[in-house]
């Protein structure tokens, strides 16, 4: 088994460095980062996972770079794990992702927010897609290191889209194994036939979750401890479940025990919005709220705490 994670951030150092260190027999491992200075370092240092318990394990999976293979020939993986935010998913990764698929290779997103369940189908035919949504917790310390801040559990399932390979039970097997080896590698992977529904609780989840983390400068788990902030979030959870309503999607009964769960088990982390935040670098927020207000727009209905949140964090950005 060939797995090529591609971004080396948050995530993608967490599912390489696990991976790697997972001693699966037979399972190849690369990590392809964007810059060559990136993969250079982690040539040379390896890469460490600091565990929940702050451990530090220095693993030595392959490295490449975007940026000086972009367009070699490879061989083909079995499975590409794409922990790019969905801004990087332009229309060069597309292009390079046509280029990296075998007939037998899958591509699993694991982007937060609404957009690449659409564009990677979209992008890749021909292509078995997934979805993964995730509530582990990531922090990358630096280019060759990544912390584990909290334990979550990883869902997979097949991004449905009409004549998408994805359909195909060809790939069961593959899809199997791909749990199974993340398993191996210590993360809690469950595969579903109900990804839309994950990927909607997830959205809400973050869509809370993230900007007031942002907006604040503060750890998920203090979210739960400030009363204000658990109405707040009442309320925009409320707001969420009207836009899915709209769209004909159910939320589940107990999202808010969720939620406050999620901050519960990743309260030491620092979310990837305020993350991004915190570097200058551009948030995901026209895919997490930004999709919310337009989904509730489009149905004619009004979210105005998500659009009051989505307006304050792009306000973040034009000032950076
Ligand atoms: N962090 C977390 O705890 C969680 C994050 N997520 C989601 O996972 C996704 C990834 O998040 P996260 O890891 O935090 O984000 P990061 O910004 O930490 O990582 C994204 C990485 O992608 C790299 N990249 C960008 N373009 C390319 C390219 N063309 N080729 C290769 N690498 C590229 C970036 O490189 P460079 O740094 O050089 O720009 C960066 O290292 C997001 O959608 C996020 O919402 C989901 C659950 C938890
Ligand atoms: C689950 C959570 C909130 C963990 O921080 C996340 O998905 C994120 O930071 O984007």
Redesign the pocket.
């Known amino acids: 088994m060939y797995i090529r994670v591609?971004?080396?951030?948050?995530?993608?150092?967490l599912l390489a460095g696990k991976l790697a260190g997972a001693d699966s027999i037979g399972v190849r491992v690369e990590i392809?980062?964007?810059?060559a200075v990136?993969a250079a370092e982690i040539a040379r240092s390896g890469l460490s996972v600091i565990s929940l318990e702050g451990e530090r394990r220095i693993v030595k999976p392959e490295v490449s770079?975007?940026e000086e293979e972009?367009f070699a020939e490879k061989s083909k993986p079995d499975w590409i794990l794409l922990?790019?935010?969905?801004k990087?998913l332009d229309e060069?990764?597309l292009k390079?992702l046509s280029r990296q698929v075998g007939t037998h290779t899958g591509v699993v997103g694991?982007?937060?927010?609404i957009g690449h369940e659409e564009l990677l189908p979209s992008a890749l035919p021909s292509t078995a897609i997934y979805l993964a949504v995730?509530?582990?917790?990531?922090?990358?310390r630096s280019?060759v290191e990544v912390e584990h801040?909290?334990m979550?559990v990883t869902r997979i399932g097949r991004a449905l889209r009409r004549g998408s390979a994805a359909m195909s039970p060809v790939h069961r097997p593959y899809e199997e194994k791909l749990v199974q080896i993340m398993h191996q590698a210590g993360f809690d992977a469950r595969w579903t036939d109900h990804i839309e529904r994950y990927s909607w609780n997830k959205l809400v989840i973050?869509s809370i979750v993230n900007p007031l983390t942002a907006l604040l400068g503060i750890r998920n788990g203090a979210l739960i401890h400030n009363a204000e902030l658990v109405k707040l979030a009442q309320i925009l959870l409320a707001e969420a479940g009207t836009v899915a309503e709209s769209r004909g999607i159910q939320l589940d009964e107990d999202l808010w025990e969720q939620i406050m769960n999620v901050c519960e088990r990743?309260a030491a982390?620092h979310?990837?919005?305020l993350?991004?935040v915190s570097a200058g670098?551009r948030t995901?927020i026209d895919w997490i709220n930004g999709s919310l207000v337009r989904i509730a727009r489009e149905e004619g209905i009004d979210a105005p705490t998500h659009r009051a949140l989505y307006h304050l964090i792009k306000g973040m950005e034009a000032e950076e």
């Not at 392809?32 to 810059?35: A, E, S």
């Not at 694991?110 to 927010?113: I, P």
């Not at 995730?134 to 990358?140: S, V």
């Open positions: 591609v971004g080396g951030g948050s995530v993608g150092l392809v980062c964007r810059t990136q770079s975007f972009a922990a790019l935010k969905q990087d060069r990764v390079w694991f982007q937060n927010g995730t509530t582990e917790g990531a922090r990358r280019s801040t909290g979550g973050n990743t982390n979310s990837s919005m993350q991004d670098r995901e």
